[in-house]
């Protein structure tokens, strides 16, 4: 046996002969490919790829894999993103084989607990929004912006009167997609001039009402964390010259169980089910974003969609249907996230998440109002926006606040964002976070002010200085993006 410490009885003294064929230095099998195919050049020329090691490569992108921040390294705190933790169980549930590997095309009694998922969904949001019917369709919030106006389009178009109603009025407090998703859908984009205060007053609407008008479009909350008080009075205003309120609801998570969209009078509203419904953000996707309807729409949402049918499910296609605006029927692991997370909280749960999101944005307003400017005195719902005005009087502006958080430790807030506050600081902490990692968060913020106050302006016109990277040109980033890696002999 071994002379080796410790390892008698481990190692033989005579080495087992394995009978297996093997050449270390043999190559794959011949290809297969029929040779008439494997004679067309697919590429004139060699890739050009580093020639390294399996292992090289697998330590390269584990390595860059930890230089990055995500919502499990801490507290996400970017405004409007709504960054927040996903339960792992839903992960699971959407992994199911059943769900996991059904083919899109497979037989309708094939997939009756697929249909049945999307209809559930498809219902609980009904009873979330108040509205009366929904496609789960579009693959994220903008898409169902370009689907909801698409829908108005083909309502108007059904009446005759699409050459008319040409206008989309947007005011500044909306998202940004909101303009880019009216435009691409046909429409003329009105952008409402600034407006008094942190919502929109009815008397600010109505110099541009009237016949030529298709809809507004209202993110409600908005995107200074404000209830937009008026929405009743503006959809009243709205509805008398047959036109439609649009809701951008990528902000549900601060209202649910506390209001309902379609009892204040919306038309149409998305929602970012990859923000509110626990399904991951950021990084591409995969989002959801299914688009809610009042009475008069329902008949040109697009086909076929999933229904009640007898004991079962089925497909339908309303009377007056639009062309489906994605292949296949939606990105179905996100109806299963969204709707065990629905199952999960149920009613009391999910409003109970609301409360949580407000109360953790009001905690922080509270506790950074003496230190940072706070723009509005509206009250603050699931986000709370803050300017650098005071910062500035020491040369520090909002990008360096933000890279000084990189160093202490944090994911910055969105910065500059909403374009009606000079030098934004948008602040999202979510309903996942507890006090104490607000508490640091805090600690950080007042920290960077007292070191702009004290002199330290230019150190934080340095940071990050603990990164991986430092700071970006971030003018030729934008300018002359480098999209591609290009071998050194190009």
């Not at 009075?233 to 709205?238: H, M």
């Not at 307003?365 to 005195?377: H, K, S, W």
Request: net charge negative; charged share 20%.
């Amino acid at each position: 046996m071994s002379d080796f410490p410790g390892t008698t009885g481990l190692i033989l003294e005579e080495p087992i002969l394995f009978d297996l064929p093997g050449d270390p230095d043999a190559g794959l099998d011949p290809a297969d490919v029929p040779e008439d195919l494997a004679e067309v050049p697919l590429r004139q020329a060699p890739l050009g790829l580093p020639n390294v090691a399996e292992y090289r490569v697998v330590r390269h992108y584990t390595r860059i894999s930890q230089y990055n921040y995500g919502i499990e390294s801490g507290l996400f705190p970017l405004g409007s993103c709504t960054m927040k933790h996903n339960p792992r169980v839903n992960e699971l549930l959407a992994a199911l084989d059943g769900f996991a590997w059904l083919h899109p095309e497979a037989p309708e009694q094939w997939s009756q607990g697929a249909l049945q998922v999307a209809v559930e969904l498809n219902e609980a949001l009904q009873a979330i929004t108040g509205m009366q019917d929904f496609t789960l369709l579009p693959a994220a919030g903008a898409h169902g912006e370009f689907t909801g106006l698409c829908l108005i389009s083909a309502y108007y178009e059904a009446r005759g009167e699409l050459d008319r109603r040409r206008k989309i009025l947007i005011p500044e407090t909306a998202h940004g997609t909101n303009p880019a998703s009216a435009a691409l859908a046909g429409f003329e984009v009105v952008n409402l001039p600034p407006q008094r205060g942190a919502v929109l007053q009815p008397d600010e609407i109505l110099p541009y009402l009237d016949d030529s008008v298709a809809c507004l479009m209202l993110t409600n909350p908005n995107t200074l964390g404000v209830f937009e008080s008026h929405i009743e009075a503006i959809a009243e205003r709205l509805h008398e010259l047959d036109a439609f309120l649009y809701c951008d609801g990528a902000n549900l998570n601060a209202i649910m169980g506390k209001a309902r969209p379609g009892d204040f009078g919306v038309d149409v509203i998305h929602l970012n089910l990859h923000k509110t419904m626990s399904t991951p953000h950021g990084g591409g996707g995969p989002g959801c974003g299914p688009v809610g309807v009042s009475e008069r729409l329902v008949d040109f949402l697009p086909g076929p969609r999933p229904v009640r049918q007898g004991d079962g499910f089925s497909w339908a296609t309303p009377a007056q249907a639009i062309e489906p605006v994605k292949q296949f029927y939606g990105h179905f692991g996100m109806f299963v996230r969204a709707l065990a997370y629905i199952r999960r909280l149920g009613g009391e749960g999910l409003r109970r998440a609301s409360e949580r999101a407000v109360l953790n944005a009001n905690y922080l307003r509270a506790r950074l109002a003496d230190t940072f400017e706070l723009p509005f005195d509206d009250p603050s719902l699931h986000e709370v926006v803050f300017s650098d005005k005071r910062q500035k009087m020491h040369g520090v502006s909002a990008l360096d606040i933000a890279k000084g958080l990189i160093d202490r430790g944090f994911h910055p807030p969105t910065i500059y964002f909403p374009l009606v506050v000079s030098g934004a600081l948008m602040i999202e902490p979510t309903e996942s976070e507890d006090q104490a990692t607000l508490d640091q968060f805090v600690a950080a913020m007042i920290d960077i002010a007292e070191q702009a106050a004290s002199g330290g302006a230019d150190a934080l016109h340095d940071a990050p200085t603990r990164s991986f990277r430092g700071r970006l040109d971030e003018a030729t980033a934008a300018r002359k993006p480098i999209l591609r890696w290009t071998p050194a002999d190009e």
